[in-house]
C-alpha cells in the first residue's frame, strides 16, 4: 500500500514537472498538433479520442489543475479583450492583466496580422498556462483585422445551395486563425433570422429558415474545427426575432416553448449533435425560460438547465461580451461576472472589473454558493480545450514578411470568388430576358447608382457587349436621373445597378427614394429594366414592378463580376433567396439560369490552375521589354471556358511622353491572324452551307482564273498552303515605282476617286483592289515539288488574297461585313474591325506599327502594317485585322467549343475539327489552321501542345492558340515591329513559345504532368 502510494506520488510529482518546463523549453518537446483531427477531436468530452492523445491530455490536464492556485483557477474563466494597433503603455496593461490575474484567455479586436501575431506571443510569454487566443470573426479575419481576407457575410452565404464551400471556407477561416495564432473563433452565427426589422444580426444570420441556417452552421464549425480551431455557435437560445441591440439594452424575447423549439433552438440542437465545441450566450430576457427579468446569460434556467442539461451540451459554454449594456445595466461588473459563472458559463468574455471579479468569485466559493470542485471541473474542462488546439506546448507564432501572403493564398481568393458566384440570386425573370442572348439586336445601357465610373460591375459587362455605361457616385442627384431618362431610349434594355448599400433596416438598406422613383419611371415608359443590387435582399422589396431582379449581396468585387456574368449567361445563376421578401418573394425562391457557353473571368484556381506558375509570364513580358522586343503587349489565359490570366504590359511606344499604357481596349494589328479571324470563319460558314465545296477548285467560283495558272488550284490545298503558290509577292512596289507614287494614290483627304484609306493622308482607288487581284493571278507559280511531283508546303500570302476574293463571290458580301454580321456583333466582339482609323477609333486606343520610311512615309497607327493588304483599303484575306486580346478569346472560345458560344450555334459540330484536323503528309497544318509542327513544337508553339490544338501567328507578333485536349486558350498580342520590323527578338528569345509553357505547365491536373 505504501509503495503504490509513493509511485503514484512519483507519477503526479512528474506530471507537474512536465507541464512547468514545457513553457520553458516549448523546442524541446514534439508539439501536438490537431490540425488533421476530425471535428470530434475539438470535442471536449468525446470518449472517441486516440488513446494515446487522451492519455496525453489527461496527463497534462490533472497535472496543471493539480499546480494551480485558486486564483489561477479562477482566472482561467476571463477572456479579455485586446487591440493590436494601440500603444505600448496598452500592450503593457494588457501583460499585468495577464499577469496578476491569470486569465484564461484573451479576444482580439482591430489591428493587423502581422501585430497581433507578435502580440500573441508576447501574451502567452506572460502566461504559465497557455492562453486561449479568441477572434470574433464571423467572415474570416477581414472583419477585425487591416490586410485579412473577408468572405462573404452569413446572408451571402444563405443563398448558397452547395454547403461543401461552406465547410470549405471555414476551413480556409481556421487555417489563417492558426497562422496567426488563434485557438477560438466566435462564429458561426446560427440565429434564424425572422425578423427583417432586426437592428444588430441580420445579415450576420444564414436567414430564416431554421433547416438551411443548421446544415450551413454545422458545415462552417466543421471547417473551422478541422482546422484545429474552436467554433462557436451564437447567439444562444436565439437572437434571430429581436427589435433591439443587445449592445445597448437588453432584448426581449416573447415567443413560448413550442415557437423557440420549432424555430430558435433547432440549429443549435443540430450543431451540439454535430459536435460543436463552443456555444455562446446571449444576453436576452426570454421569459419561456426564465421568470426573472434578467439576461439569459445570468439565467442557470438557461444555461444549466436547458443548454447542459435538455440539449446535453457539454462543450465549452461562452459568456457574450460581458461589458454590454444588455447585462451590465442595474448591474455592477463583479456581481454580473459572479452571477455569469453561477449560471454554469464556463468563459467570461470581455470582462469588466477583473481584479474585483476574481474576489466576487472567491468570496462565494468561500459562502458555499459555488464548490470548489465545481471551480476544478469548470477549469478541467478550459484546459482540455488547450490541449486539444494544440497549445500543449506551446510554439511561438512565426512571424515574417510574407504573413499576409500566407494568409491570401491564390486559393482563399479562388474560394471567396466561388462563394460570391454560386449565391447570385436571379429573384425576377419576367421576360425571360437574361441570360441576354442576342447581342447583335439587344442594345444595352447601364447605370451605376452609387458608383463612379469604371467600376468592376460595369466593366464586366463590356467584355461581353458594347454597353454604354453612366455612372452617378451619389444616389440622391435628380438632374443625374432627369439626364439618364433623356439620354436612354425607351427600346433599350436598361441594367440599373444598386451600389455603396447597407445592411441595415435603419438606413434604409442604401436605397434612396429618388432611385427607386427613377426606376420606376423607367419601368412606366417601357424600357426592359434590370434591376442588380449589391446588398441586403430585404431591400428588394423597393422594386416590386421591376421585371428583371438580380440581387448579389454585396459590393465585393467578386459579387459584381458574377452579377455581371449571369446576366450574360457566362455562369448559371443558383443562389435561392435567404429569407422572405415583405409578401413578394418567400424564402427560398430563385430562379435557376442556365450557363449558356460564355467566358467567365476569375481565379485560376478555381478552374485547377497555379496562379503562382502563370506569373513567370510576367517575369517573361518584362525581360521582353526591357531588352526592346516589343514596348507592349497584351497576353489572356482561358481554361475551361474561364479567363484566368488578362494583363496587360508595357506601353504602345518607347517614347516615355506622353504615356500611353496598354489597356484592355488597346487594339492591336493582328497580320496573319487574320487569316483564321476573318477569312477562315467565313470559309467554314460557307462550306457548311453547301456554298463552298472544299474539293472544288478555285476556278469553279473564279472563273476568270480559267485559262491561267491558277486554273486548277482546290480549295482544299489553298487552305493547306500546298497549292502551289508563291509565299509572297511584294505588289506594293508596284504602286510606287522609282520612289513616287503612281497616279492611283494621292495624298489628300478621301474624295470621290481616292476613297480606300493606305495611311494617315494617303488614299488610293478602288480599282487598286481590283489591280492587286490581277497580278494575284498572273504571278508566277512556284517550281518546288516533291519526288510524287506534288507541290511542296509553301506557307503563302497569296492564297489568302484569293480566298478573300472567294469568299466575297460566293457570298455577295465584302468580307469584313460577313464577318462582322455573322460573328463579331453576335459574339460581342465590338472591338474587331478592319481599318480602325478609317472608322473613327482614336489613335491613343491603338497600337502603332512600322514608322514605314521606305513605303508609306509615316508611322502606322489604324492602318495595316502589311503592304498588300494596305494597297486594298486595309481590308484583305491575309491581314487588316485590328481587335483586343478579349475579343479573339471569345472568337478562339466559340471554336474550341466547336461552334457554340452564348446560346448560339455559329458552326455545326463537325466544322471546327475537320478544319482543324491536319490531312497531308506535307505539311503538320490543318485547313487553315497551324498546328503543332511536332513534339519539340518551334518558336512560338509550346511542345506540350496536343495534336488536336490549332491557332495562328502574324509578323506583328500575334498569336491565337486553343487545344481542345487541354480546354486552354492562349492570346498573344504584341506591336514587335514598332518602329522598326527588322526586330525580331521576338522569335530569337523565343517569347511567345515560353508564354506558351508557362500557360500548359500551370494546367495541374493534364497531360502536362502525364508527359
Known sequence: MIRMLKNKLVYLGLSVLWALTAWKSPKSIERVSTESQPVSSLVLTNPMLDSTRVSAAQLWVDST???????????????????????????????????????????????????????????????????????????????????????????????????????????????????????MNFAPVVDVNSNPLNPIIGYRSFGEDPVNVAEKGKAYARGLQEAGVLACAKHFPGHGDTHT???????????????????????????????????????????????????????????????????????????????????TKGKLAPEANLQALLAGNDLLLQPESVGASVQKIKQAIESGQISEEEINRRVQKILYAKHRVGLVPYQAVPVSKTLVKELKTPQSEALRQQLYENAVTVVKNDQSLIPFVQLDTLKLSAIAIGESDGNVFQNTLRKYANVTCYANGTKTDERFFAE????????????????????????????????????????????????????????????????????????????????????????????????????????????????????????????????????????????????????????????????????????????????????????????SVTKVAATLQAVMLLNENGLLDLNQKVSYYLPELIGTSKEHLVIRDVLMHQSGLLAYQPFWERTKPQGIFSPDFDLRVDTLNYTLLVARDLWTKPATIDSVWKWVVNSPMTGQRDRRGQYKFIYSDLGLIMLRRLVEQVSNQPLEELVQDAFYEPLGMYNTLFSPLWNGVSDWKIAPTEDDRVFREVLLRGTVHDQNAAIQGGVSGHAGLFSTANDLAILMQMNLQNGYYGGRRYFLPSTVPMFSHNYTLRSHRGLGWDRQPDANGNAYISSFASPRAFGHSGFTGTLVWADPATDLVLIFLSNRVHPNANNNLITSLRIRRRVMDAAYEAIETSIISQK
Open 65 to 183: 489543475l493539480s499546480s494551480m492556485t485558486l486564483d489561477e483557477k479562477i482566472g482561467q474563466f476571463f477572456v479579455i479583450g485586446t487591440y493590436s494597433n494601440r500603444y505600448e503603455s496598452y500592450y503593457a496593461t494588457i501583460d499585468r492583466l495577464i499577469k496578476a490575474y491569470h486569465v484564461g484567455g484573451v479576444i482580439f479586436f482591430q489591428g493587423d496580422p502581422y501585430s497581433q501575431a507578435e502580440l500573441s506571443n508576447r501574451y502567452q510569454r506572460q502566461s504559465r498556462i497557455p492562453l486561449i487566443v479568441s477572434l470574433d470573426a464571423e467572415n474570416g479575419l477581414g472583419m477585425r483585422l487591416a490586410l485579412g481576407t473577408s468572405f462573404p457575410h452569413q446572408m451571402t452565404l444563405g443563398a448558397i445551395q452547395n454547403n461543401q464551400l461552406i465547410y470549405e471556407m471555414g476551413r480556409e477561416i481556421g487555417r489563417q486563425c492558426k497562422r496567426i495564432g488563434v485557438q
Open 484 to 671: 439618364m431618362l433623356g439620354k436612354v431610349d425607351s427600346s433599350q434594355v436598361v441594367i440599373v445597378s444598386l451600389h455603396e448599400m447597407r445592411q441595415k433596416v435603419a438606413q434604409n438598406y442604401g436605397v434612396s427614394w429618388a432611385s427607386v422613383e427613377f426606376i420606376k419611371q423607367l419601368v412606366k415608359r417601357g424600357n426592359r429594366v434590370v434591376v442588380c443590387a449589391f446588398g441586403n435582399p430585404y431591400s428588394l422589396k423597393y422594386f416590386p414592378t421591376v421585371p428583371t431582379l438580380v440581387c448579389g449581396y454585396e459590393g465585393d468585387p467578386y459579387a459584381q463580376t458574377a452579377v455581371a456574368e449571369v446576366l450574360f449567361g457566362a455562369i448559371p445563376a443558383l443562389g435561392k433567396l435567404p429569407v422572405s421578401v415583405e409578401g413578394l418573394f418567400p424564402v427560398g425562391h430563385g430562379l435557376p439560369t442556365q450557363a449558356i457557353g460564355r467566358l467567365s473571368y476569375g481565379q485560376p484556381e478555381t478552374v485547377g490552375m497555379n496562379s503562382g506558375k502563370l506569373q513567370r509570364i510576367d517575369a517573361i513580358m518584362d525581360e521582353s521589354i526591357r531588352k526592346g522586343a516589343f514596348p507592349g503587349g497584351q497576353v489572356l489565359v482561358a481554361h475551361k471556358g474561364r479567363v484566368v490570366w488578362q494583363k496587360n504590359y508595357g506601353k504602345l511606344t518607347y517614347n516615355l511622353t506622353p504615356f500611353e499604357p496598354v489597356r484592355d481596349t488597346t487594339l492591336y494589328d493582328l497580320a
Open 245 to 327: 441591440d443587445s449592445h445597448r439594452t437588453l432584448p426581449k424575447i416573447t415567443h413560448d416553448l413550442a415557437r423557440l423549439n420549432q424555430f430558435e433552438l433547432p440549429p443549435f440542437r443540430a450543431l451540439i449533435e454535430d459536435s460543436v465545441a463552443s456555444i455562446l450566450v446571449a444576453h436576452l430576457e426570454v421569459p419561456a425560460y426564465e421568470s426573472r427579468p434578467i439576461a439569459s446569460t445570468l439565467s442557470a434556467p438557461i444555461v444549466t438547465d436547458l443548454l447542459k442539461n435538455q440539449l446535453k451540451f457539454n462543450g465549452l459554454v461562452v459568456t457574450d461580451a460581458m461589458n454590454m449594456r444588455g447585462v
